[in-house]
């Protein structure tokens, strides 16, 4: 269900920008997804399919970029790239708190790549036709 509300997400807000815009039909949805929102972009494409159904967007191809997620420990203050341990299922890390890569300290903050963002939207934008 994660990533069908993340689809859901990312198809009410890609209809709401088509629409300001005029478009009539969009191709294509560019978006960058966070490392440490554990999706899986398979499964984002696929439920993106199936949440853009009798919209605007139908047909319209989904490209994911995934971007590291960033930490700050408290413990030496580094502050940089996370480095997810390759041990640990996603399934289990969405929990466990995220280690330092420099002390390996687990008194950590996450800074970044906990969402994702629509980056650009190409679409058909609709002929005027006032004149
Ligand atoms: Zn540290």
Not at 56 to 85: M, Y
Request: with cysteine.
């Amino acid at each position: 269900m994660h990533e069908f509300s993340a689809a859901c997400s990312i198809v009410d807000t890609a209809v709401e920008a088509a629409k300001s815009n005029n478009a009539t039909k969009v191709s294509i949805v560019n978006v960058e997804v966070g490392e440490f929102t554990f999706l899986v972009p398979e499964q984002l494409v696929f439920n993106f399919e199936i949440a853009s159904r009798n919209s605007i967007l139908e047909g319209a191809e989904l490209r994911i970029k995934t971007v590291k997620g960033r930490l700050l420990c408290n413990d030496c203050r580094f502050e940089g790239e996370s480095q997810i341990d390759p041990n640990i299922p996603n399934q289990i890390a969405v929990f466990a708190p995220m280690k330092c890569p420099k002390c390996g300290g687990s008194s950590t903050k996450i800074t970044g790549g906990k969402d994702f963002v629509i980056t650009s939207i190409e679409a058909e934008i609709a002929e005027s036709t006032a004149g």
